[in-house]
């Protein structure tokens, strides 16, 4: 079935051309409905700037480059969303998707945008994005922040990610729990669908690497967020109890 609704597309990348260009073709080769796709590009080194100079000379991609890096929190990621919400009327659903990932299911996106258009109120994730809670009848309450789908309308309503906590010291960590569990207080639901993509074997330890000369700035970033984020588990008790279903939420 052709769908002739615009399609955006956004990743938050670090250093990882090698998986962009991987990432830029199966998007290329699988999606179906017209699409935008923008990269955020969080102050890459000069070989990732090449390929994303590449990526945008050859009409792949719009690069979004910031000119410093935040050493922690979801700043990348919220400039994304922050994307998804000015192009709404151009781009009515929107995917954010991380930069070592790659599609791998011919239309994708059909499937997507048919979910969003039967359920609004709706944001779509894959099964390898499930944390804590088994599904119940396709549906979770939280996922991991790898492959997100969503109407770009929803974030006038559930807002970013957390980055700073009260006193301005820059989150880290476990937030995507506290911004897909935010879905549900506000009425919105989470449903799971079949992988459609894999993960590149880059993997976690080399990823840290990336982050070595940062590490105080994270480790203090890592305490702050655990530290939050316990009073966000003791605060939600009864919404994170593994019988609770989405029917029952408020």
Known sequence: MAIMKMLGIGVPSFNRGAQLLKLVESIEANTNA?????IVDDFSDQKTQRVLAFLEKQGQATIIRKQHRPLAGFDTFNHVLDI??????????FVKLDDDLEIITKGWDDLIIKIL??????????????????????????????????R?????????????????????YSMDSE??????????????????YKTVADGTNRRSKHFASE????????????????????????????GKVEKDLP
């Open 84 to 93: 998804a919400q000015q192009y709404q009327d151009e781009c009515p659903y």
């Open 152 to 172: 770009s309308s929803m974030l006038n309503i559930v807002g970013r990610f957390i980055e700073r906590d009260a006193d301005g010291n820059p989150m880290a």
């Open 179 to 196: 911004f897909t569990e935010r879905l549900g207080i506000y009425g919105y639901r989470i449903k799971q669908i079949p992988d459609v």
């Open 117 to 150: 258009d039967e359920e609004p109120k709706t944001m779509v994730t894959c099964q390898s994005c499930n944390v804590r809670f088994p599904p119940v009848e396709g549906y979770i309450r939280q996922c991991k922040a790898e492959f997100l789908a969503f």
């Open 215 to 242: 590490q105080p700035a994270l480790d203090a970033a890592k305490k702050t967020s655990i530290d939050l984020w316990k009073g966000i588990e003791k605060s939600h008790r009864a919404f994170m109890l593994p």
């Open 34 to 38: 017209p699409y935008r796709l923008w």
